[in-house]
């Protein structure tokens, strides 16, 4: 969501920045729609003080005798106040239009964030690891998977449909070891509280962190009209949501191991084989609620905190700054983490850490009172993975296969994986 007033004062700003985007100026239809709404409201102000004034002439007219007086005013009372309430009708309508048109648009980039058309354009930062060298033609995770007897897509078919796993064994103790893993480096490490939070949400959730209007086809809905969760951001970023916080006691820092549910709607043909893409998957979240001058330096944080995961797993991966094309829509500037997969023989995203700025904060009402000010100011949020953990699971079968089509645990997980340090068929 955006400052009307912003937009007023820097139209040229703000249509450059959607131009990035790839969308033509809306600034003109904003300012027109702000002019008419502020004009219409001054009205209904000026109509208010009149038979504010009125309605206390009546009495006077009354005592004076003059009753001819009195009725024209009791008249002029009674059309101000049909005016009124049709007004108050067509200031709802145009306060609508105003902030369906606002809620339509993405976040500005950025300066610096790469321009581009789609992920062609983006950026590579940075390249950690050394990618696996095998003496064998290395497998994709769900010939690993199915070859243990541990990795079940047939049953899950039966029960649910396409894209759902039963995970079995050793391989269903080793996604619940990443999830433990993950959470407790970030919680005993990197200062972030953990959270349990619903994984069921009303529509103002979705609002708020901009899945809503614009993704709802991307979303599951139940018949009671709450919604399942795509990600722990919407309920760790909403725990703030309608809130005044002390400058004081910023950064807050969540965390979540959540289920995540998504209907893939536009990704028809993409990644239909294995557990790349489900309906259904788990990850751990990472959310920061931080103040305006510390955000950008926040993100590069969140960043470094997922990259840990991966450091302590010895898994190669690199690191991609989005282009304005790839970036997803309440972002302003978007670091991806791409795993290597031998099986693939390619880097694949495990994370996504992204700066909204205050875009989400003006949705959800989330200020913060800065220190020797009276008023208050919104806050900035970040959210990012940290990681995905079906897709920490995927690379950990790639790159720890071995030619007999058992796999070797990494050492940070095999005390949460009670000392077995290699997973074999059946196991």
């Known amino acids: 969501m955006f400052d009307v007033k912003w937009i007023r004062e820097n139209p040229e700003i703000f249509d450059a920045g959607l131009a990035k985007r790839k969308l033509d100026p809306r600034s003109p239809e904003i300012i027109r729609l702000d002019e008419a709404r502020r004009e219409h409201i001054a009205k209904l102000q000026d109509a208010q003080t009149r038979r504010n004034d009125a309605s206390k002439q009546i009495g006077a007219a009354k005592a004076g005798g003059d009753d001819a007086k009195a009725q024209s005013l009791i008249d ?5 106040k049909s005016f009124i309430q049709n007004g108050e009708e067509e200031e709802r309508r145009l306060t609508d239009e105003l902030d369906t048109l606002l809620a339509s648009l993405p976040n500005l980039p950025l300066d610096g964030v790469p321009v581009g058309e789609d992920e062609a354009a983006n ?3 940075r390249v950690v690891g050394t990618c696996p060298a095998f003496g064998f033609e290395p497998k994709q995770h769900f010939e690993i998977g199915e070859l243990l007897g541990l990795m079940d897509f047939e049953t899950a078919a039966k029960m649910s449909g396409s894209r759902f796993v039963v995970l079995k064994g ?42 809503l209007p614009k993704f709802a086809e991307d979303l599951f809905k139940t018949t009671d009209g709450k919604w399942l969760i795509p990600t722990a951001e919407v309920p760790l970023t909403n725990m703030v949501r309608e ?80 282009s304005t094309g790839d970036m997803g829509f309440g972002a302003r500037k978007t670091y991806d983490i791409e795993v290597w997969l031998p099986g693939q ?18 949705r959800m009402q989330a200020r913060y009172r800065a220190a020797d000010e009276k008023g208050t100011r919104f806050v900035h949020t970040l959210n990012g993975s940290g990681l995905a953990v079906g897709r920490t699971l995927i690379a950990v079968l790639e790159n720890y296969q071995r030619e007999d089509g058992s796999v070797a645990v990494p050492d940070a997980l095999i005390p949460y994986m009670a000392g077995l340090e290699i997973i074999s068929a059946g196991g």
């Open 170 to 211: 050793a391989l269903a103790r080793l996604e619940r070891a990443l999830a433990a893993f993950m959470l407790d480096l970030q919680t005993t490490e990197n200062g972030y509280l953990e959270v349990q939070p619903p994984f069921l949400v009303r529509d103002d959730a979705l609002f708020g962190t901009s899945q």
């Open 76 to 80: 002029e009372v009674a059309d101000l």
């Open 243 to 322: 809130t005044i916080l002390d400058e004081a006691d910023l950064p807050l820092r969540f965390t979540a191991h959540t289920p995540c549910y998504r209907s893939e709607a536009g990704s028809a043909g993409k990644d239909t084989r294995g557990m790349f893409r489900q309906h259904q998957f788990m990850k751990v979240e990472l959310v920061s609620i931080t103040t305006p001058d510390t955000s950008d330096a926040e993100l590069d944080r969140m960043v470094s905190c997922a990259e840990q995961v991966l450091k302590r797993l010895e898994l190669p991966y690199r690191v991609m700054v989005l």
């Open 123 to 125: 950026q590579e930062q």
């Open 345 to 362: 023989d390619t880097y694949r995203e495990i994370s996504s850490c992204s700066v909204c700025g205050d875009f989400q904060a003006r």
